[in-house]
């Protein structure tokens, strides 16, 4: 299939607007950050420097390429007449961010089609931690790399030999349910870790820093990115039951542990 337009182009776009959305973040993280809203719980926060950096976004690719769609965190909308959709989280990690814990991104990718990671194609995915300077990017059959260097999935490794990350949910219910199932998980694995930003975490597997990662309620713009990096430097990134990765499922991993993985999630409910 020949994509809408062509993704080195959609990279680079997406590569200059993240590091100037960054740079601008940085720069607002020092001037001390407050709370600007709650979304889906009181733990689940936005601050003014997310609306900014997302109209930031909007703005610039707006005026590149202004047939495309947007599809953003902070609530911005625009249909694509061009078969492009920008798939943006402005600040991945909002809580990171808030307490001043270096552990956060922007998040930005293009895919072909409308903003249903069940129908998508990505084409081209940037994720910037802005304080580190690290810069994961991809495009679709063009590798994945972190800055100017590719990167790849570690080998195969046993489930007790294997470094796990996950995150957890807002709503209460669902946070109780999750963290009894990491009580079973831990005994099994090498470790488990939770640094509080799904793209970076999707970045982790593809760069090797840890085997596996999963997550029940992710967002499109949580994962859009990350998955096509994870993917790209050799992981299988998919949901439960064939489904691709979404909101009821995100797993990450080799391409060779990725099935036992799925069974273990199920049989500690994770």
Not at 20 to 49: F, H, L, N
Not at 135 to 144: D, H, I, K, V
Not at 157 to 163: G, I, V, W, Y
Not at 171 to 188: D, K, N, V
Request: with cysteine; proline share 4%.
């Amino acid at each position: 299939m020949t994509p809408a337009a062509d993704p080195a182009e959609l990279l680079a776009l997406a590569r200059s607007i993240a590091l100037e959305a960054g740079a601008m973040i940085v720069e607002a993280r020092r001037g001390g950050v407050e709370v600007a809203d709650r979304k889906s719980s009181p733990v689940d926060v936005v601050t003014q420097v997310d609306r900014d950096s997302e109209q930031l976004i909007r703005t610039r690719l707006a005026e590149a390429r202004s047939d495309d769609g947007f599809f953003g965190e902070e609530g911005a909308r625009d249909a694509s007449t061009s078969g492009v959709t920008w798939v943006v989280d402005p600040i991945d990690g909002t809580v990171n961010f808030l307490y001043g814990i270096p552990h956060y991104a922007v998040s930005i990718a293009a895919v072909e089609g409308e903003a249903d990671p069940q129908a998508w194609r990505a084409l081209a995915a940037v994720v910037l931690n802005p304080v580190t300077g690290e810069l994961f990017s991809a495009t679709a059959g063009g590798g994945a790399r972190l800055n100017d260097a590719p990167i790849a999935i570690r080998p195969a490794a046993t489930l007790d030999q294997s470094l796990i990350a996950t995150g957890f949910a807002y709503a209460e219910t669902t946070r109780r349910e999750q963290g009894a199932a990491i009580a079973r998980l831990l005994p099994m694995v090498r470790d488990v870790r939770r640094m509080g930003t799904a793209s970076l975490d999707l970045c982790a597997v593809a760069c090797g820093r840890v085997d596996a990662y999963f997550e029940r309620t992710l967002s499109p713009w949580d994962h859009a990115a990350g998955a096509l990096i994870a993917h790209e430097a050799g992981a299988v990134v998919t949901g439960f039951d064939g489904r691709r990765a979404d909101h009821l499922m995100t797993l990450a991993a080799h391409p060779d542990r990725v099935a036992a993985l799925e069974e273990l999630l199920r049989e500690i409910g994770a």
